[in-house]
């Protein structure tokens, strides 16, 4: 189709509503960065006693709720350490009964006058150590039991596990992590060129693209230091997903405001690709650049084919 013919075509769809001069706006500018999915609280499940893991509940990506058993450690030498310490209890009974037995023949033969009061303070003092040292190694169990309960791997917060870097059967020492907790809610980091950092307000929104389409957030801080050339910062985004740790996000950044020729989205008609906008000088064919939401209404930049004070004429259909 020749040329004539398609402007022909394009003048027929702008139905002329009053002329209305062109005049630059400004636009806020923004830059496309990656940010990086990362939670509030990493926290790793530590083993509180050395040993062997005996039993692993969790795998990545799994729910926990806090003081969860995610896992439990067995060290052998406590069960032989309760053994031998209730072998200890039954002998001390055992004397402790035997004392208790002399004390009181001890008390009806002082009555009788049989015996001195030196032999019976003696008995009672045997019954009082005796009754000292069974409550001494019952201490002694009890805290051998602590430790034993200690085995129980608890989870330290609510969230999702990260990692699990030990095996059922696997040899943990005290203070070994047995698995990392993400937890605390989720936020994107950014890393944005230092010369970027005037930009930057704490409130400030940005625009996000993932797989579940664009969203909105907020900077929600700015950290003053810069690391490497690089201004970190964080954002809230409502409903931001956990499941996968560490993603990176698509985000468009407000980095400054520029002047731009906008004309309402309606104005501009596509035929055989290319995009006309109809003046007072006829139609232009324009190049078009991003697309902004004044007022309510779409408006589309115009790179090139139209200045300051062009006249618009119609709107496409």
């Not at 075509?9 to 940010?35: C, F, I, N, R």
């Not at 001195?116 to 201490?139: C, F, N």
């Not at 609510?158 to 937890?183: F, K, Y």
Request: glycine share 12%; charged share 20%; aromatic share 2%.
């Amino acid at each position: 189709m020749r040329l004539p013919v398609l402007l022909a075509l394009v003048l027929s769809q702008a139905s002329v509503v009053g002329a209305e001069p062109l005049v630059p706006v400004m636009v806020t500018e923004w830059k496309s960065v990656h940010g990086r999915v990362e939670t509030r609280d990493r926290l790793p499940a530590r083993a509180r006693l050395g040993g062997t893991l005996v039993e692993l509940t969790v795998s990545e990506g799994d729910s926990v709720t806090a003081g969860q058993v995610l896992g439990r450690i067995v060290d052998e030498k406590l069960a032989l350490q309760l053994r031998a310490l209730e072998a200890q209890l039954a002998a001390l009974r055992a004397q402790l009964t035997n004392a208790e037995s002399e004390l009181a023949r001890g008390e009806d033969l002082l009555a009788r006058g049989v015996t001195t009061v030196q032999r019976l303070d003696a008995l009672r003092t045997q019954v009082e150590v005796l009754a000292g040292q069974i409550e001494s190694v019952t201490a002694q169990r009890l805290v051998v039991e602590q430790q034993a309960a200690e085995g129980a791997v608890l989870a330290p917060a609510s969230g999702r596990v990260l990692d699990v870097p030990v095996a059922m059967g696997a040899v943990v020492m005290p203070g070994e992590p047995v698995a990392v907790v993400a937890g605390g809610g989720t936020f994107l980091r950014l890393a944005v060129a230092e010369r970027h950092a005037g930009a930057l307000d704490e409130g400030d929104p940005i625009r996000i693209e993932g797989v579940a389409g664009e969203a909105e957030g907020r900077i929600a801080k700015v950290y003053p230091l810069i690391d490497t050339g690089r201004v970190i910062a964080d954002v809230e985004v409502p409903g931001l997903s956990d499941r996968f740790v560490d993603a990176r996000v698509l985000v468009r950044l407000p980095v400054g405001e520029r002047q731009a020729l906008v004309v309402p989205q309606a104005a501009v008609v596509t035929r055989h690709g290319l995009d006309f906008v109809e003046t007072t000088k006829g139609p232009r064919a324009v190049v078009l650049g991003e697309g902004y939401l004044i007022g309510g209404v779409p408006m589309v930049e115009v790179v090139t084919g139209l200045q300051a004070g062009d006249e618009l004429v119609g709107a496409g259909q």
